[in-house]
């Protein structure tokens, strides 16, 4: 079995959710996101907005949130489509946000953020194991912000569905997770 055959088959499963569990379990992920921000002291946070229609984690209510409240500074990602890598904006009241690549919404403008000033960056994935790796859509968008970020950025990962025990098929480039949080519970790496 491949990474992509992985990829395809978690994908396919997260599909069978009842829009009601989807957004219960949703609901948990961003309780324990707001528990996190709020317990490491985070203010400069790096956040998705989730791929509906691959039935992502919904981070909409978390946003709003944290939008609110003025001590925290929300950073959302946005791909450049020429370099295949993903560009930081900080949200500002007078930010529009768009439909933009892969259907994703994305913030519009040159407010551009300086990644090495992040705290925590919340990621999208499909799966994770208990190491910390995760099952990713494959385009290395990510990774390579990872490689470019600061050491001290904390990378936690945003799951509807529980850890696998291993990901067979980690690759060099692949920078494990400092936690995952699913409905469960914080898995912390």
Do not use: W
Not at 156 to 172: Q, R, T, W
């Amino acid at each position: 079995m491949t990474k992509q055959v992985l990829r395809e088959m978690f994908l396919a499963k997260r599909k069978t959710l009842t829009q009601e569990e989807h957004a219960l379990r949703s609901a948990l992920v961003c309780e324990q996101a707001l528990k996190l921000i709020s317990d490491q002291q985070f203010k400069n946070i790096h956040l998705f907005l989730p791929l509906i229609k691959q039935r992502e984690v919904n981070t909409f209510p978390l946003f709003e949130k944290l939008i609110g409240q003025p001590e925290y500074q929300v950073v959302l990602p946005r791909v450049n489509r020429k370099t295949k890598q993903l560009e930081h904006l900080a949200f500002t009241t007078f930010t529009k946000l768009l439909k933009g690549s892969f259907g994703v919404t994305e913030p519009d403008g040159e407010n551009h953020f300086d990644i090495t000033d992040l705290d925590v960056v919340f990621v999208p994935l499909i799966s994770f194991d208990r190491k910390g790796f995760r099952i990713g859509y494959g385009g290395g968008f990510y990774d390579k912000f990872f490689a470019q970020a600061s050491e001290k950025l904390v990378k936690v990962g945003l799951a509807i569905s529980p850890p696998l025990d291993h990901i067979p098929y980690s690759e060099p480039h692949d920078i494990p997770l400092d936690y995952c949080i699913s409905h469960h519970k914080i898995y912390s790496f």
